[in-house]
């Protein structure tokens, strides 16, 4: 079997390092690049952050700096109360060794979509600006792409920045409903699968038992980020949404899903929530116009965290 060619779509951030590692470990996957977009930190920084992530792994791969900016309104506040102030949980980083390839995130994504028309998978693990900035330079994008998988968004569960809203989601709402909005097979991994499974100390001490310089990077970063998840708890948690569509990308069977006409809000109230109303749930034409996407709703704990150590182990 060929590879999966992707480009992955992150705001480096702790579970954005995790999943990256991920994808570099796994002998399926072929990441043809890194584009970062702001959310977790702003861009500069998740560029930044990108590169020392592949100086850390030895990848030599192109790293591109996108989006600065939600498509709408005033420049994103950050995460950093839950990444820390250098997207890493303030352990030591070192400056990075190599530049950033030149083009904007989103040229990127366009120049590599003619390169290999049909082949690439775009998995977006930050807020959507790049992918809407790609469909805007290259309107016949999602006939050149082979899927796009995200991690943003809750569908059946409550949002993790407002009641409603997920914050990849409501981080850029209108780029959002674009990407949402466009003809290609999008399957989005929300806080609905991200949230059902709490990662605790343990497993992150593994991670480093089964490779001391990536799972380490992951158990020493995430430290600070699960002072964040386990506020009010009892015991010790964090949640490493952002390596969900990696998984599915490798072993499909992990995962159970509910097709469904899917909206974005862009309301004050309902900024950034991804509504969903299940194939065959209403003859309502204003549901039946909203296109067609898939949702991971379910998926087997066990066989996740065996890929996800496996993977770090190889
Ligand atoms: C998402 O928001 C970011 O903080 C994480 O990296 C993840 O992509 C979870 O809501
Ligand atoms: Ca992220």
Redesign the pocket.
């Known amino acids: 079997m060929s590879k999966h060619k992707i480009i992955l779509d992150t705001?480096p951030?702790i579970?954005?390092a995790m999943a990256i590692f991920f994808a570099f470990q796994h002998p399926d996957i072929d990441v043809l690049g890194l584009t970062t977009v702001y959310?977790?930190v702003p861009v500069a920084m998740a560029a930044q952050n990108a590169l020392r992530l592949c100086d850390l792994a030895e990848q030599d791969i192109p790293v591109t700096q996108g989006v600065a900016m939600p498509w709408v309104g005033p420049e994103s506040t950050y995460?950093h109360f839950?990444?820390g102030e250098n997207g890493f949980g303030d352990i030591p980083v070192e400056a990075p060794k190599r530049e950033l390839d030149p083009r904007p995130a989103a040229q990127f994504i366009v120049d590599m979509a003619r390169q290999y028309p049909g082949e690439i998978t775009l998995v977006a693990?930050?807020p959507l600006g790049n992918l809407a900035t790609a469909l805007h330079l290259e309107p016949n994008l999602p006939k050149l792409i082979k899927q796009v998988y995200i991690?943003g968004g809750a569908a059946f569960v409550k949002g993790?920045v407002t009641p409603l809203a997920?914050?990849?989601i409501w981080n850029d709402a209108h780029a959002a409903a674009k990407v949402f909005a466009a003809d290609w097979e999008l399957t989005m991994f929300g806080?609905d699968v991200t949230y059902d499974i709490p990662f605790e100390p343990d497993f992150v001490n593994i991670l480093a038992e089964a490779n001391p310089t990536l799972g380490s990077f992951v158990r020493d970063s995430s430290q600070f980020y699960m002072d964040f998840y386990s506020q009010g708890k009892d015991q010790r948690v964090c949640y490493f949404?952002?390596v969900f569509p990696l998984a599915y990308l490798v072993k499909p069977s992990l995962f159970t899903f509910t097709q469904g006409h899917a909206k974005v809000g862009l309301g004050e109230l309902d900024r950034g929530q991804t509504s969903l109303a299940p194939r065959g749930s209403t003859p309502s034409p204003i549901w039946l116009d909203a296109p067609l996407i898939n949702v991971a709703t379910g998926f087997d704990h066990m066989s996740l965290v065996e890929l996800l150590i496996d993977t770090y182990a190889l």
């Open positions: 705001d951030g579970d954005d959310g977790n995460a839950v990444h693990v930050g991690m993790n997920e914050a990849n806080l949404h952002d």
